[in-house]
């Protein structure tokens, strides 16, 4: 079960000394949000990324009502791998029951994430869609308390997610140097919609690791389509549509296309794909190989890029208005 002779790369994450495998296992699928997942699929899911060099595992309370924390808890075990062979990260302040950016929440969600998950501590702990919370909260309250779980050693570093790019630069404006050690993004740094390549220079200069979510557009870039919840313009998704059509009538995967794109920028320590088959987690490793051995199919980008410009940094609103 050793994953060191995997192919795949490693890359630093910020100043925290880890090493993520560029492609990172995005646990929400496990929480059935994509389609039912069985335990055993769960279970060979994780299995198979790991056997494959995936060391990263993200997950969170809400995805699934608990079930994807579950559900990557019992399947690490299965592993039987030590403890320092992957690293898991999971969230707080997001809860099927709603936000709860709280001190006292915070510290109780931990205790419950960590005894779902199986485990003595997570690598990182990281406030989840953090636009629905009040910012000010994040800064003054929430960070604070993650700061005791640090020192507590429940968690080894500190993480801030959401979609708006400016939450980013509001908190770490504001919090003392080497407070915040991570940022998850998501749906930015993928064939339709490439903002989060802005702020990157900025988040190199504060020392703060950057992880990418979703580069497939949380399923607008597949060729069986986005789930029914999928918060994008009926233009945006029908523009991608046209484009996973195109591809598959050349012959091309356009999955295999926005993987490859996303993890073509080095500065983003680890790119999170949600899977929910060993298929799937095959054929994304094989991106990552396919891409260091060959390169991007260039011509193909273009073509997709140009059925993609009309709706180019479209995004979709998220969180409160901040006061
Ligand atoms: P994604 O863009 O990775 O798309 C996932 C969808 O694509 C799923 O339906 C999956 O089955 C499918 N898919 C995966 N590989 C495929 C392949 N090779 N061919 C065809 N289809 C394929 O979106 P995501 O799952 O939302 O994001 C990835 C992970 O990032 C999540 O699981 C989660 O861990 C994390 N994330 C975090 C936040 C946040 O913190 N706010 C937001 C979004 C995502």
């Known amino acids: 079960m050793a994953s060191s002779n995997s192919k795949l790369e490693r890359r630093e994450l910020g100043n925290t000394g880890l090493k993520l495998s560029c492609v990172g296992f995005g646990a929400s699928p496990l929480g059935n949000v994509f389609g039912p997942v069985s335990e055993e699929g769960a279970n060979a899911c994780v299995r198979e990324a790991f056997r494959l060099g995936i060391n990263f ?72 869609d953090i636009e629905f919370g009040s910012l000010d909260q994040i800064v003054n ?57 802005d702020i990157i220079p900025y988040l190199k200069s504060k020392g ?15 060729e069986s389509g986005p789930p029914q919840w999928h918060p994008a313009s009926p233009e945006l998704k029908a523009a991608c549509q046209a484009a996973a059509a195109y591809c598959k009538e050349k012959g091309k995967n356009i999955s295999k296309l926005a993987l490859q794109y996303s993890l073509l920028n080095k500065d983003i320590a680890s790119v999170l794909v949600g899977m929910n088959s060993v298929r799937q987690v095959e054929e994304n490793v094989a991106a990552f190989t396919e891409l260091a051995a060959a390169g991007i199919d260039k011509d193909t980008l273009s073509e997709v890029e140009a059925i993609l410009k009309p709706v180019k940094n479209q995004s979709w609103p998220s969180g409160i208005q901040q006061s």
Not at 63 to 71: I, R
Not at 155 to 160: E, K, L, M, V
Not at 172 to 181: F, M, N
């Open 57 to 128: 595992f993200d997950t969170s309370p809400y995805y699934g009502g608990t079930l994807s924390e579950k559900a990557l808890g019992k399947a690490l075990k299965a592993l039987g791998a030590p403890r320092n062979e992957y690293i898991v990260a999971t969230k707080c302040g997001r809860y099927v029951e709603g936000f709860d950016f709280s001190a006292d929440r915070i510290t109780r969600s931990i205790d419950e994430s960590l005894e779902r998950l199986q485990l003595d501590y997570v690598d990182i702990l990281q406030c989840h």
């Open 141 to 197: 309250e929430t960070i604070p308390a993650l700061q005791k779980l640090k020192e507590a050693g429940k968690i080894r570093f500190i993480g801030i997610t959401g979609l708006p790019l400016g939450i980013f630069t509001y908190v770490l404006d504001r919090v003392p140097p080497s407070t915040v050690d991570v940022v998850l993004s998501y749906c930015h740094h993928s064939i339709n919609d490439s903002t989060l390549e």
């Open 208 to 222: 703060v690791g950057v992880i990418s979510a979703s580069p497939l557009s949380m399923g607008l870039l597949t």
